[in-house]
């Protein structure tokens, strides 16, 4: 299995402090039971970070041309007609997509076409399942030109998400396949996409990141 790049230095350093804690718990607990409890909940911490960066390696195969596939592994929270201010400047239809610590947490693109707008904000670190997440959390908005239309991500840290990590960049291409970023231990994605989108996927059902389409866009703005 993958591991993500942002995953490395936290994988290589945590073995260290996990040791560092148990050789005197071994030395100074006794008896052996405690020790063993201690040693095995440390593998328990280990194994769960090891499996939050895994990173599966995938390719969309579907249409791509006004397609708009999920950037995310985790459940669909929100399916609802808002304001989107910040890029867009008009109405849209947010979707969002929650991701538990279980999850995959890399972030792909979730269409084909060009950044042209990414900004970081500094905010909170409300749950990110509360609707006020998308304007008060610490959050990343990237805008997406792909095929005559435009569509807004957003990705909002959590209570535990204490960093957010962008890779896309003004000017540069996006492509489904490649990741847009990382979102560490849990939050959510906020896709905004035209209020004339079809949407493919319903409330509460489970997707996967550059796998699973959510929506697919009206092709009277093709060029």
Known sequence: ????????????????????????VW??????VLPTI?????????IFVFNFFRCPKRRYRGERRDMVVSSV???????????????????????SVFMSPLNVHANWYPVDGTVEYV????????????????TENERSTIGIETYGHRITVRQIAGAMARRIVTYARRGTHANIDDHLGFIKFGSRVDLYLPTDA?????????????VTP???LTSKQKK
Do not use: W
């Not at 945590?14 to 005197?24: D, G, K, R, S």
């Not at 095995?40 to 911490?45: D, I, Q, R």
């Open 1 to 24: 299995m993958k591991i993500h790049r942002e995953g490395t230095n936290i994988l290589i350093l945590l073995p260290i402090v996990l040791a560092a804690l148990n050789v005197p």
């Open 73 to 95: 592994d985790g459940k669909v929270v929100a399916i609802e007609k808002v304001y989107e201010g910040e890029y867009l400047k008009s109405e849209a239809i947010m979707l």
């Open 27 to 32: 030395l100074f607990m006794p008896p052996v």
């Open 214 to 216: 959510v929506a697919r």
């Open 198 to 210: 079809e949407i493919l996927v319903d409330m509460k059902q489970i997707v996967r990141g550059g």
């Open 38 to 46: 201690f040693t095995t909940l440390s593998a328990v911490v280990y």
């Open 119 to 134: 900004r970081h904000h500094r905010g909170r670190f409300l749950s990110a399942y509360l609707p006020k997440a998308s």
